[in-house]
């Protein structure tokens, strides 16, 4: 299926063709582009695409958004010229959301968004043809990026936007214009940039600037920030506001939560409508979001009971929970390592220390934490990441370890018995931590990403899976 034509993208964009060629995709990165792909030579602070535009076509893309003629490339390529190439992405992006007839969701919250938009693309995708934003791509230039991949013919659309600054919700809304928005919580995330936790959830709720008076708004009506969030839909015109949780009147209702090591049994109620599901992810935050997807479905006039049996089927993400075990030398007896690697927050590590809880070490084995610095934290850095200490005896935790210097401040709190060790340098806590793991432990990784192009505790997790191959 043809995604962009060339007389489309020029329209789109007001760029010159050098020759006719139709695309099935977009890509920015040539690491992952496939054959058919529309490369767009984003030009950053680190590097300038178009010295990967040769590349590209060799690898089998269809064409080529430049601002110029890359070196080596024949002035006869597929290309499509325009003054800026980002300014080209974000207009791709509006000419596709101007000639869908999709109904688009929004998500944004301070945890959970990408959890959020992998549910409910598996929901919505049980009842029609989705398009859901890749990976996290929530920022300045992966909305765009996101909403030119669209197909006209999509049913659903699911975008996911953060922000770590004001405004920045405000720009992405206004791209991505929801008919849908889902806040999924408000917590200390990104204070280094705000003054409270109030000004935070002014900053999500610019989620509704961009929505009309059909606009539908789902917030967390356990949040103690459900009734601003709600004022603000309503000073924009929202008429259908809903709430999801555990409390009294949310239209969206948990009933009931079971926890255990492999999975959560939920029992809820969706306006009226009782359901019993299971999700495979365990934590009790994972089905409070669940709960949010399912209001979405059936705000939207859809099943509810086919969206939550699609809701049964989805894995862990790569760096969201996800389980692996290790052989050390004990099949029957191995390490289990949760990845937990992609980011992290004050919220996030508290829901990710009760999962921990949950699983029972084997034979021998204990629980440790391997736990790296959470960023953008502002003054209150420092004491954020030392009331951890609590959580983590209560979880049971028998030995942490800390890494990077934010997290000094949790290893000074821990008791004397807890502490495992502590390292500033994310490589060398991925030396350390290998060689005193024994089989039946399990261990769980998890901090903030930085600003590297895989996450920092990520380089742990894969020295913890390097040891199920060395020679021990």
Request: proline residues 5%; contains cysteine; charged residues 25%.
């Amino acid at each position: 299926m043809i995604l962009w034509s060339s007389t489309d993208a020029e329209k789109a964009t007001g760029g010159r063709a050098t020759c006719e060629w139709a695309a099935r995709g977009v890509s920015i990165d040539t690491r992952t582009l496939e054959p058919g792909d529309l490369f767009i030579a984003l030009t950053g602070n680190a590097q300038d695409g178009h010295a990967y535009v040769r590349q590209a076509l060799d690898k089998g893309a269809a064409a080529a958004i430049v601002s110029h003629l890359p070196e080596g490339v024949d002035e006869n390529a597929p290309l499509l010229v325009v003054p800026d190439t980002f300014a080209a992405l974000r207009a791709l992006g509006g000419a596709a959301r101007a000639r869908t007839g999709a109904k688009i969701i929004g998500v944004t919250g301070s945890v959970g968004k990408t959890g959020t938009k992998e549910m409910l693309a598996a929901a919505f995708g049980a009842l029609g043809r989705v398009h859901a934003s890749g990976k996290s791509f929530n920022n300045h230039w992966g909305v765009p990026f996101s909403l030119a991949g669209m197909e006209a013919g999509a049913d659903t659309g699911i975008f996911e936007m953060g922000m770590n600054h004001a405004g920045e919700i405000a720009d992405l809304t206004a791209q991505v214009r929801p008919d849908l928005a889902i806040i999924t919580t408000i917590a200390p995330v990104h204070l280094e940039h705000f003054s409270s936790i109030d000004e935070i959830a002014q900053a999500k709720a610019e989620i509704f600037d961009s929505m009309g008076p059909e606009g539908i708004a789902v917030l967390n009506a356990d949040d103690g920030f459900f009734h601003a969030l709600a004022d603000r839909a309503q000073a924009r015109g929202l008429k259908r506001i809903y709430g999801f949780g555990e409390s009294e009147g949310a239209d969206a209702r948990m009933i009931e939560c079971l926890e255990a090591a492999n999975g959560t049994r939920v029992k809820a109620r969706i306006f009226e409508k009782d359901l019993v599901f299971t999700l495979k992810t365990p934590g009790r935050h994972i089905a409070m979001n669940a709960l949010a997807v399912l209001l979405a479905v059936a705000a939207l006039g859809g099943d509810v009971v086919r969206a939550a049996r699609a809701l049964e089927d989805i894995e862990p993400l790569p760096g969201r929970g996800r389980r692996e075990t290790i052989d050390l030398g004990d099949p029957k007896n191995p390490v289990i390592l949760i990845d937990e690697s992609y980011n992290a927050s004050p919220a996030a590590m508290r829901a990710a220390f009760k999962v921990l809880a949950l699983v029972d070490p084997g034979r021998g084995g204990r629980r440790i934490a391997v736990l790296g610095d959470m960023y953008e934290l502002g003054p209150d850095a420092a004491r954020l990441h030392a009331e951890l200490a609590l959580p983590l005896k209560a979880a049971n935790v028998d030995l942490v370890y800390t890494c990077g210097p934010l997290m000094k401040n949790l290893h000074d709190s821990l008791p004397p018995e807890l502490r495992a060790g502590h390292r500033d340098d994310h490589v060398e806590m991925g030396r350390i931590v290998p060689e005193v793991l024994v089989p039946g432990d399990v261990v769980m990784v998890k901090g903030s990403r930085g600003g590297g192009e895989k996450p920092r505790m990520q380089v742990v997790v894969e020295a913890l899976r390097a040891t199920s191959r060395r020679e021990r």
